[in-house]
């Protein structure tokens, strides 16, 4: 428990997203964010909204730690669809974290890595992954650089 409550507070976020996905596309694009993040649970969930002022839409992150397998689960939404999209699963090790779940990306099945790092240093990085060959290879697609926001 307590493992994110270092991203607790408001953030300024830059975004760098790959522009087409599993498609061997290397053009990246960026754009900024805004995040607050609030606890639950006494540190064993939280919730953060991110919005993404010059897309015109925002997104919700949903993080609970099951206490009896001892993992963090991850759920996103987005304003465009409104609906919680399959978790991801796991654990930090140190300043670490990974988790792992499987979506679908435009119909074609995937695995889905998260991954946080940085989370001692005052500025976390998240980074999405996508495998469509069960793990055996991953492209990286999204990147968001945390910063705190002053207040």
């Known amino acids: 428990m307590n493992d994110f409550d270092f991203l607790i507070g408001s953030w300024t976020v830059v975004n760098r997203r790959l522009r087409t996905r ?5 053009e990246w694009e960026t754009f900024p964010a ?4 609030h606890s639950v649970f006494d540190g064993g969930g939280n919730f953060d ?6 897309r015109g839409t925002r997104g919700m992150t949903l993080r609970l730690f099951d206490t009896e397998r001892k993992e963090w689960s991850l759920y996103w939404s987005n304003s465009q669809r409104g609906t919680l999209e399959p978790p991801v699963t796991g654990t930090f090790d140190g300043d670490r974290g990974d988790f792992y779940g499987d979506d679908v990306h435009e119909g074609t099945p995937v695995r889905v ?12 990085r998240w980074e999405q992954e996508f495998s469509a060959d069960g793990g055996e290879t991953w492209e990286s697609n999204w990147v968001m650089e945390f910063t705190r926001a002053a207040p």
């Open 22 to 26: 599993l498609a061997g596309d290397e």
């Open 49 to 54: 909204e991110i919005v993404f002022p010059t």
């Open 34 to 37: 805004t995040a607050t993040c």
């Open 113 to 124: 890595h998260y991954i946080w790092t940085g989370v001692t240093t005052g500025s976390p």
